[in-house]
């Protein structure tokens, strides 16, 4: 089995090193670089190219966020989990905005890292529990926000049943085997998921369906 290689950005060693160990308990996980900073990492990803990277986002010289926003610029296919101490708004906001692909907390399980590199590698997105608590809680607060309710009611049977699974962090093959569609079905109705959310990729879709509490927690 071909394994997935990893790199690790953050600015503290003993951390680097735990997390390391941590990985190595992985037979399919590679973790094939480290970096201190975004800087850092940035110059290392000219060398090695990763399959995922797993991105503190309070670094010096460069912060996770510009490091996750340059690094994508270069290589799209990329794809990043933000790793942070603490389930800060500002910051989630931003990772997300910058293009990751998962969040998580540092003090996360040894069974939560394990499926986050699982789902990402697969193609789908991550984020635990304590991050979409905090995004359903705080980060929506624009009051002329349609109500979840009311958007639910514009969905298809399917497009719910699609849409609670891409929230699992399900790729569209991993839903169209479970559900007997075509991947070029589950496509379709995510598309028509995209257009009535007015999304533009999982990760936003994810975690529009939080905000708007269109899925239950």
């Known amino acids: 089995m071909e394994k997935t290689s990893i790199v690790i950005v953050d600015d503290h060693k003993i951390f680097r090193d735990g997390l390391k ?3 190595d308990n992985f037979d399919f996980v590679s973790v094939i670089g480290q970096a201190s900073n975004g800087k850092e990492f940035i110059e290392l990803i000219g060398r090695v190219v990763p399959d995922i990277v797993l991105m503190d986002i309070n670094m010096p010289q460069m912060n996770g966020i510009e490091a996750t926003k340059l690094a994508l610029q270069k290589i799209p296919e990329l794809k ?3 790793l942070t101490s603490f389930a800060d708004d500002d910051y989630i906001e931003q990772m997300i905005s910058a293009g990751v692909e998962g969040y998580m907390l540092k003090r996360s399980d040894i069974e ?3 499926k986050a590199i699982t789902k990402v590698a697969g193609g789908g997105s991550y984020f635990s529990s304590e991050i979409i ?3 359903s809680r705080n980060l929506y607060k624009d009051k002329e926000r349609k109500s979840g309710e009311k958007l639910l009611a514009s969905f298809t049977s399917r497009e719910k ?3 609670n699974l891409i929230c699992e962090g399900l790729n569209n093959e991993q839903i169209a085997k479970l559900i007997h569609l075509s991947p070029k079905t589950v496509e379709k109705h995510k ?3 995209f257009q009535k959310t007015q999304t533009f990729n999982t990760v936003n879709l994810v975690i529009f369906a939080f905000k708007n509490q269109l899925i239950s927690l």
């Open 80 to 82: 990043i989990i933000a």
């Open 133 to 135: 608590k905090v995004i």
């Open 161 to 163: 049943e699609i849409l």
């Open 21 to 23: 160990m941590l990985l």
């Open 191 to 193: 598309s028509n998921l």
């Open 112 to 114: 939560d890292f394990e």
